[in-house]
């Protein structure tokens, strides 16, 4: 038995069928491979979070929906080759969209430690070889650009640009994931950012309300 077929039989057996329910009403489709490493996601995060406190949410019922069906509803909206997760906490939503998204390289970046640590070592048994996790503090990517840049809770939406605004590559997007209190922090944007498009989420298994807010350099959208 492999590591990551032990792993899997920590989880509920309904953790399989909420997971295939969810990426189904989202409209995913995915391999045999990619959603054992969904699975194995929700596993190791529960497995970790019993001693190093990663999220808040402790049901791997729940960690199903709140973690990797919110973070898979942005897939669609993900394009270009090179995607930023700031902030990224335990990998998230760039582990799922870089499970998801072979195609697309998805750089993490938080400045935990702990957190950070659980991201390799999930890039390490779940074999995601498109994920690079990164200990550091966004500004530490100066001088490199960005086809998108994502936050899920990171900081505001104005703070969320400002600190990054120097990473957005040509035709580049801002992806905010947000909840449904968001306006407030867009009228705190600068001028030269347009919010170009505004796409609600509907989360299976979730009642909470979700909104992913694309973002765009004046000029650009």
Not at 11 to 33: C, F, H, K, N, Y
Not at 93 to 121: C, M, W, Y
């Amino acid at each position: 038995m492999s590591s990551l077929d032990a792993l899997l039989k920590t989880l509920p057996l309904e953790a399989a069928s909420r997971l295939d329910q969810g990426l189904a009403t989202l409209g995913l489709d995915v391999t045999a491979a990619q959603r054992e490493r969904l699975l194995g996601l929700v596993a190791l995060l529960h497995k970790w979070n019993r001693a190093y406190n990663l999220t808040a949410v402790r049901d791997p019922l729940e960690m199903v929906a709140r973690h990797v069906l919110d973070s898979a509803a942005i897939a669609p909206f993900v394009r270009g080759k090179a995607l930023l997760d700031v902030g990224a906490g335990p990998g998230l939503p760039g582990l799922v969209i870089a499970i998801l998204k072979p195609e697309v390289h998805v750089t993490l970046v938080d400045s935990n430690g702990k957190k950070v640590r659980f991201q390799r070592q999930a890039v390490m048994e779940l074999g995601i070889d498109n994920a690079t996790p990164t200990q550091t503090r966004v500004e530490a990517f100066e001088g490199q650009t960005f086809d998108q840049l994502v936050s899920r809770a990171f900081a505001s939406i104005a703070d969320f640009v400002e600190l990054t605004r120097a990473l957005i590559g040509p035709g580049g997007q801002w992806l905010a994931m947000k909840g449904p209190g968001a306006d407030d922090e867009l009228s705190a944007l600068s001028a030269d950012v347009v919010l170009s498009a505004r796409h609600r989420l509907d989360i299976p298994f979730e009642t909470a309300k979700r909104q992913l807010l694309i973002l765009t350099p004046e000029g650009a959208s």
